[in-house]
């Protein structure tokens, strides 16, 4: 039983084959795009190098199948004369089908590349800085008889002896023979050829020249004969031995002429003499005193009566001054020097200036460096000097010796002082108490110098307040500051009023300028100041008119 049932699958599993390998032979089950029964394998045409497309189409030349096409593969691979190539290496297909590289240039990324430093131009590799049809750049070339030279198109010229090749022929310093340049170097001792090498003419082979020498032949070849080795010879006219340095009387020769010379006298070596028609006057004569204090340089050293004090003795010369209070006088040239200045008229400077108006020391300048007033320096209100008190009743405060003058400067002077009004008991303000007191007058007088400008002279009265702030300002310059002058005494006159109170300290301080007028000078000459306080009553219980 067991034997029937293995004997019935084998017979099942051979007709089950049988029938399969039927199917498969006749195609109907080889399904799917591209797939095709070929050669009795079922193929993908789409991608079967043998089979490309259609059963026996093989794909050659390096191609693949694509899709059913045979074609080339990679970057840069092309089809070209039915050959898979490299176009980005192929000399024969550089960058395309059929673009050669010429001229031994390879081809790189697709390029025609040369090496050595050369450029691809067209179809060769060439050298720019020096391709006649290429300079500096493809297709640039040079016309006419110009040549490349280093990418520039120059033209050329004529050989000359510079290390350079001028004619573009590929050799340096060459004759039209191909042959070192050459040239005559002649010199007045024969002829001579010298031949040019490293751009330099050198080898002359003239005859060379010696040293000059004094013999009346030209030695040195230079077309002069003993030049810069004859000795100067100079005319003695007066025979005193020295000659006369003028080389328009003078000779040349090897040797002393021994014959005369062109004045008619001989010649000789020295050429001291500053006087050749004296044989007196020359370098071995004695010039200075006590003789020859004459003007005359007798020894001819460019000093004159050197020794003497003075010359000739006798001669009479201005001296002194004429400026400010001096006169002229006169010095007269002794044996022993110039004389004292003196003479009728003679004023010499004094020995110090003096406050006078007049130029004393005669230096330009009048009163000036004289001392400053004793008040000095006081030329701001803070600098003001305090005057003695003016006590009402006690008279007049006179301050003398003042000065608007500053010796060392000639900056204007301006002179500030202080002083205070001090008011008096009044038996009758006992009596009164609060009562009105009517009429304290302050009397300011300024007394200028009697020889100066008065308008040049300005006192100023301020009160009421501190340096830089004062209610109250009168200057004998201004209209309403009530200031008189009187010619005869040279004075200015102030007088300012003001009514006090019983009980109360009617005194004030007054500040008081004294300074130039505007565009006045300083003056050396004495002012005066006189200060008074007064009063005039009445004691009144009304209010003072």
């Not at 001229?103 to 691809?120: E, F, K, M, N, R």
């Not at 009160?463 to 005869?488: E, K, L, Q």
């Not at 006090?500 to 003056?523: E, H, I, K, M, P």
Request: include cysteine; charged fraction near 20%; hydrophobic fraction near 25%.
């Amino acid at each position: 039983m067991k034997k029937s049932v293995y004997a019935f699958l084998t017979i099942l599993a051979l007709a089950l084959f049988l029938i399969a390998s039927a199917c498969g032979s006749s195609g109907e089950d080889c399904t799917g795009v591209g797939m095709e029964m070929c050669g009795g394998q079922c193929v993908n045409t789409q991608t079967s190098s043998s089979d490309c497309g259609s059963c026996g189409n093989a794909c050659t030349g390096g191609t693949v199948c694509v899709q059913g096409s045979c074609s080339c593969s990679g970057t840069g691979i092309e089809m070209c004369g039915g050959e898979c190539t490299n176009t980005q290496t192929d000399a024969d297909h550089c960058g395309g089908c059929s673009t050669v590289c010429g001229g031994g240039a390879t081809c790189s990324a697709g390029i025609c590349t040369c090496s050595g430093g050369l450029t691809y131009c067209v179809d060769k590799c060439v050298n720019t800085d020096t391709d006649d049809l290429n300079c500096g750049a493809c297709l640039v070339p040079c016309t006419g008889d110009q040549h490349c030279i280093q990418g520039h198109c120059l033209t050329a010229y004529a050989e000359s002896c510079d290390g350079e090749d001028n004619d573009f022929d590929g050799l340096t310093d060459e004759d039209e023979n191909g042959q070192p340049l050459t040239r005559a170097c002649d010199n007045l001792c024969g002829p001579g050829t010298e031949t040019c090498s490293g751009g330099v003419y050198t080898g002359c082979t003239a005859p060379v020249a010696v040293d000059e020498v004094c013999d009346e032949a030209d030695n040195d070849c230079d077309g002069l004969t003993d030049e810069g080795v004859t000795n100067t010879y100079y005319d003695d006219y007066d025979g005193d031995g020295y000659g006369d340095p003028d080389l328009a009387w003078a000779t040349e020769a090897c040797t002393l002429p021994s014959g005369p010379s062109q004045s008619g006298g001989v010649y000789v070596e020295d050429n001291t003499d500053c006087d050749d028609l004296d044989d007196t006057i020359n370098p071995g004569a004695v010039d200075g005193p006590p003789d020859f204090c004459d003007t005359i340089d007798n020894d001819c050293d460019e000093n004159t009566d050197e020794g003497c004090q003075c010359s000739p003795v006798d001669l009479e010369r201005d001296c002194g001054s004429d400026e400010g209070e001096c006169n002229h006088g006169t010095q007269i040239c002794t044996v022993d020097g110039w004389s004292d200045c003196g003479g009728a008229g003679y004023v010499p400077p004094a020995l110090g200036e003096e406050c006078n108006g007049l130029d004393d020391d005669c230096d330009g300048e009048t009163d000036e460096e004289l001392a400053d007033d004793a008040y000095e320096n006081n030329d701001s209100c803070a600098q003001a000097r305090h005057l003695p008190d003016a006590n009402e009743g006690w008279g007049e405060v006179a301050v003398d010796s003042l000065s608007l003058y500053h010796g060392a400067s000639t900056d204007p002077d301006s002179d500030w002082y202080v002083i205070h009004a001090e008011e008096a008991s009044h038996l009758e303000c006992i009596l009164h108490p609060g009562d009105w007191q009517c009429n304290f007058r302050w009397h300011a007088v300024l007394t200028v110098p009697s020889d100066d400008v008065h308008e040049d002279y300005v006192m100023c009265i301020k009160t009421g307040g501190t340096c830089g702030s004062f209610d109250y300002n009168f200057c004998t310059d201004d209209d309403d500051s009530a200031a008189v002058y009187d010619s005869a005494s040279h004075s200015y006159t102030m007088v300012l009023t003001w009514d006090g109170t019983c009980g109360l300290d009617d005194s004030w301080d007054f500040y008081v300028q004294v300074r130039n007028a505007a565009g006045a000078a300083n003056s050396c000459q004495n002012y005066y100041l006189g200060f008074e306080l007064s009063y005039d009553g009445p004691v009144s219980s009304d209010q003072c008119e």
